[in-house]
Structure formats: structure tokens, C-alpha cells
């Protein structure tokens, strides 16, 4: 009797196992699909200025933004093209997703200091 | 000092233009100006916290922190604004008549009184964390304390001058149509906050359908203008509005609108309430 308990447990361990290595398969296999598609794309705020100012990304894709703040003050990342308004702390980074986009310029610029701090996204 | 004049102006545009409607709507009922203030005051301290862990709430919930919250905020003051309307439409009759004063005594301690000042906190916490974070950028970024002082004075009297003319413009208005118009105010303002809400959730990629661009006025009226920024907060004007807002923002003015209509208590009342429209 001993015996039979033992097989259940194992074969449960066995299960459970098996099931988690399939979520882990499928989860893997997502993220990548997800990465594979999407176009990843990096910024940083120096002295209220956007580095690089002109970001290119091919239309029809999903994009993330990296937006890194390299300034101790806070910034406001926004665009009305884009549909983007998201405060980044001092010395933090925020990331921005952004649906895939038609061909164009599109403005991004920094709220707080509106008289320096702008780019644009070009998709292509 | 021009840039702190100009960003606290805007910020303090959306909060105190929320503020002046609810003062007008609840002008005359009793105790309603200290829980407006109470609800100013709640939103100020909030707004503190806010911008001190900025950064955590950005990196909390796998980055979209700062969009739930704001997309949360938005969601529980337009649900407070259509209770608001909805509870008025049933109790509010008294206000429509021509003892309006004597009505308006009557209903104090009105509970939904209560909900307009929880939308007065929350329009002032966001804004407010705002004007927060960007003035303590200007003071760190080296910008001489008296200057930002100057500013940030200016730019707050200019945009609580705009919210009270707002405020005395209401007031003007005969009691016996005051009730039509804040109704009507306040079903804007809801079904504008809602859209925020949803550009929020769009942003955030937690709703991605309906994403297109419905229309661009930028070029005629761009909503960082003056204009454009008091028409964006009392009827929800965006120059640029994903197909979802549109949706969301026509969606919410007609549900407050059939909701007001089946609250309402018989015919009687709301013949009143069509008359005074």
C-alpha cells in the first residue's frame, strides 16, 4: 500500500512537472514571438535633449520605446501623434508601447521642457 | 519663470475648471464648500505622494503602473459624476423649481455631494503630482527658487482666474436652468474623462483594439492651446482621438443620459427637467 502511494505521488510529480515545462515551452515560445515582431527602440534624455532626436522604425509593427532619463529631473515623454503622456522620474526609465504605425513623422517631445527636448519617430 | 508660469497655468486649467463646475452645482447647499476644499486639500497631499514614488509607480505592474492608475482614477471620478447626475435626476427636483435656494438648503448632506468632492481630489491629485514633479525638476535642475516661486504663483492665479470665470458664468445663470446646465456639464466632463481613460488603456496595450486616429484638427485647433485645453476638459476635446475614445465618449454621454432619464421618478419631473433644457 505504501508502494501504491508512492506511484501516485510520483506520477503527480511526473504530471505537475510535465505541465509546467509545457507552460514554460509555450510562455518562451510567446515571448519570442512577440519579440520577433515587435521593433525595439532606445532613447535618452540628457540635459532636456532627446539622444538619438530621429528614431526610425518600419511601419505596420508593433514598437517599444526605452525611454531613459539620464537627467536627475523628472520628464514627461509625450506625443500627440503617438498617443503617448508618461512621466519619467529622475535617473529612471520608463518603456513606452506604441501600436504599428503608417508610414510618417511622427513628434514626440518632452513636456517639461518643451523648448528643448524633441524628437521624432520616422516609420518607413 | 515662463515655463513654470505656463505648465502650472495648464495643469491648474483641468483641476480648477472641475473645481468651478462643482462649486456651481453644489452652490447653496450646506457644508458643500468645506468638502470641496476638503477635497482640494486631500488631492494636494495626494498629489505630493504621487510625485515622490513616481518612479515605483511607473515600474510597478510590469511598467503600465502609471497608466492603470490614471486610467483607475479617471474611471472611479466618472462613475462618481454619472451617480452624481443620476441621484439628481431622482432627489433634484426641488432645485429645478423657483424656491431653488430653499431646494438647495433642503438637500444638504446630500451624499453625492460627497462623490463630486472625491472627483475634485482626484482631478487635483493628477494634476497637482504634476505641477509637483515639474517643480521640483526646475528647483534641482539649478532654476533660482524665487523664479519658480514667481512662476508657478503666476501661472496658479492666471488658472484659477479662468476656473472662476467659469464658476461666476454658471452662477449667472437662473436657478430654474442651472439644474439643465450642470447636468449637461457634468455629462461632458464625464464622457471626456472616460475617453482620457481609455487613451490611458490604449497606452498602456491592455485594450489595442480601435487604435486608429478618427481625426486630426491639430492644425486648427490644437488641444495644448488654451482654448483647446478648456474645451478638452469641459466637453472632452482631443485633436487627435483613437476610434476607441470616440466610441468610449459617445458610449458614456448616452448611458448617463438614459440612466438619468429611467432615475427620473415619474413624467411629472421630467417634463420639469425637458422644460428647463
Known amino acids: ?124 | 519663470m515662463l515655463g513654470a508660469l505656463v505648465i502650472v497655468f495648464r495643469e491648474v486649467i483641468e483641476a480648477g475648471l472641475v473645481i468651478g463646475i462643482v462649486l456651481a452645482v453644489t452652490q447653496g447647499a450646506r457644508g458643500s464648500r468645506t468638502v470641496v476644499f476638503a477635497g482640494v486639500v486631500a488631492g494636494a497631499l495626494g498629489a505630493g505622494l504621487v510625485a515622490l514614488f513616481a518612479d515605483a509607480l511607473s515600474q510597478a505592474v510590469a511598467g503600465r503602473g502609471q497608466e492603470l492608475f490614471n486610467a483607475g482614477v479617471l474611471a472611479v471620478a466618472v462613475v462618481m459624476l454619472a451617480w452624481h447626475n443620476i441621484w439628481m435626476a431622482r432627489h433634484g427636483r426641488e432645485l429645478a423649481s423657483e424656491l431653488a435656494a430653499a431646494g438647495r438648503a433642503a438637500v444638504s448632506g446630500d451624499k453625492s455631494f460627497f462623490g463630486l468632492a472625491l472627483v475634485v481630489a482626484l482631478a487635483v491629485l493628477r494634476e497637482g503630482s504634476e505641477v509637483a514633479l515639474f517643480l521640483y525638476g526646475l528647483l534641482v535642475s539649478g532654476e533660482s527658487g524665487a523664479d519658480v516661486i514667481l512662476g508657478g504663483f503666476s501661472g496658479l492665479v492666471l488658472g484659477a482666474g479662468v476656473s472662476a470665470l467659469t464658476y461666476f458664468g454658471l452662477v449667472t445663470i437662473p436657478a430654474r436652468h442651472l439644474f439643465a446646465v450642470t447636468t449637461a456639464m457634468i455629462t461632458l466632463l464625464a464622457a471626456g474623462l472616460a475617453a482620457q481613460c481609455a487613451a490611458f488603456l490604449q497606452q498602456a496595450w491592455i485594450v489595442t483594439a480601435l487604435s486608429q486616429t478618427m481625426w486630426d484638427t491639430s492644425g486648427v485647433l490644437p488641444d495644448t492651446s488654451l482654448v483647446g485645453r478648456v474645451l478638452h476638459t469641459l466637453i472632452g476635446y482631443v485633436d487627435q482621438p483613437t476610434a476607441l475614445q470616440v466610441v468610449v465618449y459617445v458610449a458614456t454621454l448616452a448611458g448617463i443620459f438614459l440612466a438619468t432619464r429611467l432615475a427620473a421618478p415619474r413624467p411629472g419631473a421630467a417634463n420639469v427637467h425637458a422644460a428647463a433644457e
Open chain 1, 1 to 124: 500500500m505504501g508502494e501504491d502511494v508512492r506511484t501516485i505521488i510520483e506520477r503527480r510529480e511526473m504530471t505537475s512537472s510535465r505541465i509546467l515545462f509545457a507552460a514554460a515551452a509555450l510562455a518562451a515560445g510567446v515571448v519570442a514571438a512577440v519579440a520577433a515582431e515587435e521593433t525595439s527602440l532606445e532613447v535618452s534624455i540628457k540635459d532636456h535633449r532627446f539622444t538619438p532626436a530621429e528614431l526610425h522604425a518600419p511601419a505596420d509593427k508593433p514598437i517599444v520605446i526605452v525611454v531613459k532619463n539620464l537627467d536627475s529631473t523628472p520628464e514627461e515623454f509625450e506625443s500627440k501623434a503617438l498617443k503617448i503622456e508618461k512621466v519619467v522620474a529622475g535617473s529612471a526609465e520608463i518603456t513606452v508601447r506604441v501600436r504599428p504605425l503608417k508610414a510618417g513623422s511622427y513628434k514626440f517631445f518632452g513636456e517639461y521642457h518643451e523648448s528643448t527636448a524633441k524628437g521624432v519617430l520616422v516609420v518607413e
